[in-house]
């Protein structure tokens, strides 16, 4: 479980993260997106207690990351943007390494080694040193080592950047057993399909802080407004939207079709199906039209960006009245 609560971390004067609350759940993935820069590694830094946060308070796996660090590290494996690979070495003596770092006995680590080197399809590569893998064999290599003592934690930093198709497939499917398996998991990542498939929530940091949190569902319904609905038509029909005015709060129209909101189909649409039939009027299809978490996405960012703008706007600094006033 992980829980933090106004979360901040100043570099200097500047603030790079300013009051993150949020809470994992065993079982749950999170998702952190945001644009470059946003706050997101360094919040996950703090939760790791590798970085000491300025204020606010963080629990993992029921350990303070201040006042238990050690024991927070232990309950954590963490996956960076840039983990440090110890080149010279094989990937076997590599994840021995960091097993004992973690307290495991060389036969325990070896066993879990060899299984997950066999998962992540890296056992072929076992007798080559770690400066003659590629990118994405790296990456998955310090996937392994951030899985090797089998943490109830994981922050996963753009776990699939570098993989192909497949290896990216297999590391998909190895995050949604951690979620099986009840571990609570943090993942940062700029691929949205990524966190459409494996999060249970998002949150969207900006700007050091978390703008918006929930499902994908409650995110596109407060951001978005109700649920949209089509309706399709075998033929065009001039007075579709005339008839069903006093049904429907119509979105949009053509000759053939017709856009709606409602948040109660189950009662709506067989009303809707009955009125249509009754005309006489052959019916394709009615779907909801389906919203992606990239339109969630930039209508937050668009929506946190345009509130920047309209601040700084409002409140013009000394050059710009300087600049006005010549
Ligand atoms: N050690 C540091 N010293 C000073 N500034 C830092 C330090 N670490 C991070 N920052 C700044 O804090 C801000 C947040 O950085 P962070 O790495 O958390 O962003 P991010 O959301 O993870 O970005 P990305 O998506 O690019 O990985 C950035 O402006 C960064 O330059």
Known sequence: MIIAEELRKQFGDFHAVKGVSLEVKP????????????????????LAAILKPTSGRAIVGGF??????????????????????YH??????????????????????????????????????????????SKGMKQKLALIRAMIHDPNILYLDEPTTAMDPHSARTVRD???????????????????????????????????????????AELSQQLMGDPIWELRLAQPQP???????????IEDVGADW??????????????????????????????????????????IVGQTHRERVSATLEQPNAAAVAEVAL
């Open 27 to 46: 079982g749950e993935v999170l998702a952190l997106l945001g644009p470059n820069g946003a706050g997101k590694t360094t919040s996950i830094r703090m």
């Open 64 to 85: 303070n990351v201040e006042t238990h660090a050690r024991e927070v590290r232990h309950a954590v494996g963490l996956l960076t943007e840039f983990p440090g690979l």
């Open 88 to 133: 010279r070495m094989k990937s076997l003596d590599y994840l021995l390494f960091f097993g004992r770092l973690q307290g495991m006995n060389d036969r325990d680590c070896g066993n879990r080694a060899v299984q997950l080197l066999q998962q992540f399809g890296l056992w072929e590569a076992r007798e080559k040193r770690i400066d003659g893998y």
């Open 174 to 216: 190895a995050i949604a057993g951690l979620r099986s398996a009840q571990r609570s998991i943090i993942l940062c990542t700029h691929n949205l399909n990524e966190a459409e498939e494996l999060a249970d929530r998002i949150a969207v940091v900006h700007d050091g802080g978390i703008a918006v949190q929930g499902t994908i």
């Open 239 to 249: 007075e579709l939207a005339k008839r069903l005015a006093n049904l429907l709060t």
């Open 258 to 299: 017709l856009r709606y909101r409602t948040t109660e189909p189950h009662q709506l649409n067989p009303v809707l199906i009955q009125r249509i039939s009754g005309w006489g009027w052959p019916l394709v299809s009615i779907n909801e039209v389906q919203r992606s978490l990239e339109d969630v996405y930039l209508t």
